[in-house]
Structure formats: C-alpha cells, structure tokens
C-alpha cells in the first residue's frame, strides 16, 4: 500500500497550489481520505476529509473557504487546491486513509499516509 504526495512548493502570499495523491494497493473507494499538516513545532493536524464518494466534505477553520478537498476514485487519486495561501499555511502537508467516519480528526486512526510534500508560503 503506497500513498504518494506531490504539488507542494514555494508560493508567495496570495498565491495558490494544488496537491495530489495518488494511492496504489488499496480499493481507495473504501477510504476516508484527509490532509493533514504539520507546521515546525506543532502537531499534527487535520485541514479537511473527504467521504468515500467524494460527496461530503469537512474543513477545519484555518483553511475553509480557501481550500478545496476532491477525490477521483477512477484515478485512485486526491486533490487539494490550495487559495489564497497565508505564511501560517507553511507545513509539511499529509495524505492519509483509512476506514472511518469523517467526523474522525485523530492522526492515529489513519493507517494509510503518504510521505510528505512541504508547502512555503513566503510573505
């Protein structure tokens, strides 16, 4: 099972990016999928989950209204497009899976989590 992230980089305020992941040995269309972030010297973070079909979808406060989370189970692949990105978005951002309800922000619960692309928003 392999999660695979990509898309982050250096932006500047403003600016926007779009992440991907894309999974390989799992039915991804049995997954919850979450990014998560993890800023130097904090924990790490839930930002926004998506459901199984992609219908639902749950944002925390710092990001709503500027990213988007979507999933295309043909593809085995999600996205996240990140807006009007701010210097306190600069983190390691996170692919994650796993077999729970959305409501779930506990980085534990996710089995499944890909390596990591750095996102830097400079000011």
């Known amino acids: 099972v392999q999660l695979q992230a990509s898309g982050g980089g250096l932006v500047q305020a403003g600016g926007s990016l779009r992440l991907s992941c894309v999974a390989s040995?799992?039915?991804?269309?049995?997954?919850?999928l979450a990014w998560f972030r993890q800023a130097p010297g904090k924990e790490r973070e839930s930002i926004a989950r998506?459901?199984?079909?992609?219908?639902?979808?749950v944002y925390a406060d710092s990001v709503k209204g500027r990213f988007t989370i979507s999933r295309d189970n043909d593809k085995k692949t999600m996205y996240l497009q990140m807006n009007s990105l701010k210097p306190e978005d600069t983190a390691v951002y996170y692919c994650?899976?796993?077999?729970?309800?959305?409501?779930?922000?506990?980085?534990?619960?996710?089995?499944?989590w890909g390596q990591g692309t750095l996102v830097t928003v400079s000011s």
């Open positions: 994650a899976a796993a077999r729970t309800i959305l409501s779930d922000v506990n980085p534990n619960t996710y089995n499944f």
């Open positions: 040995g799992i039915t991804i269309s049995m997954y919850t």
């Open positions: 998506i459901s199984r079909s992609g219908g639902t979808t």
